[in-house]
């Protein structure tokens, strides 16, 4: 089976602290792992996926197979970076995502 | 061009009534999916849709539940007799295939079952 889950629902952060968002997975084979985020008022968008290896507005995640983990980081937060964080999986073959519960993330001031 | 539609934005309903929900897709994108996301659960697949297939209803959570899509386009989710707990913002989203698995979501239909 397929799981994703993120241990915080909520996480703050004070604005140029670092942050991590957890994310471990649960699956038998290679997965593809993605990171969404839903800024206030707006859609859910795609932030960054593991294969692209980029950083997008700062953060990146690394694909630990060992901890089948998929941590999302950024070493200084930004006031911007306030929203809802979701982890996303995709197992092989032709499967749609499977998301973890979200982290809402505040950066305070 | 356009991203993804859905209509309406916002539904009350009494339990027990019918709703039905719609979403455009991205024109030429070949899946469609639907989730719910309720506070406290995260997102929820519902049913996907990848071009001529059978969709894969396996995430729907009881036969109140169903989806068409015509024509490889429009999505149309189904609800009969609402009851409270269907209450969420229910999601759609589209992509253009498997190998570009990017999905993008539309805004959403929040449903309130009174």
């Known amino acids: 089976a397929q799981r994703v889950t993120q241990p915080e629902k909520l996480l703050s952060v004070f604005k140029g602290a670092p942050v991590e968002l957890k994310c471990n997975y649960s699956y038998s084979g290679s997965p593809e792992l993605f990171w969404y985020v839903q800024y206030s008022r707006q859609r859910l968008q795609l932030l960054l996926r593991h294969i692209s290896r980029e950083s997008i507005k700062g953060f990146t995640a690394d694909l630990n197979k060992g901890e089948t983990s998929f941590h999302l980081k950024k070493p200084f937060a930004q006031e911007e970076d306030s929203a809802m964080y979701y982890c996303a999986l995709r197992g092989s073959g032709n499967t749609p995502l499977v998301f973890g519960k979200g982290t809402r993330l505040s950066v305070i001031a | 061009g356009a991203g993804v539609s859905q209509s309406p934005s916002n539904k009350v309903t009494e339990k027990g009534k019918d709703v039905e929900l719609r979403c455009d897709p991205i024109?030429?994108?070949?899946?469609l999916y639907w989730y719910r996301q309720s506070l406290g659960q995260g997102l929820e697949f519902l049913i996907y849709?990848?071009?001529?297939?059978?969709?894969?209803k396996s995430g729907l959570p009881s036969d109140r539940f169903s989806a068409e899509r015509t024509g490889g386009s429009v999505s149309t989710l189904t609800i009969q007799r609402t009851q409270q707990e269907d209450s969420a913002v229910y999601l759609c989203?589209?992509?253009?295939?498997?190998?570009?698995?990017?999905?993008?979501f539309g805004p959403g239909t929040r449903l309130t079952v009174t």
């Open positions: 849709f990848q071009g001529n297939s059978a969709p894969d």
């Open positions: 989203a589209s992509s253009l295939d498997r190998a570009i698995n990017e999905q993008y």
């Open positions: 024109s030429g994108h070949t899946a």
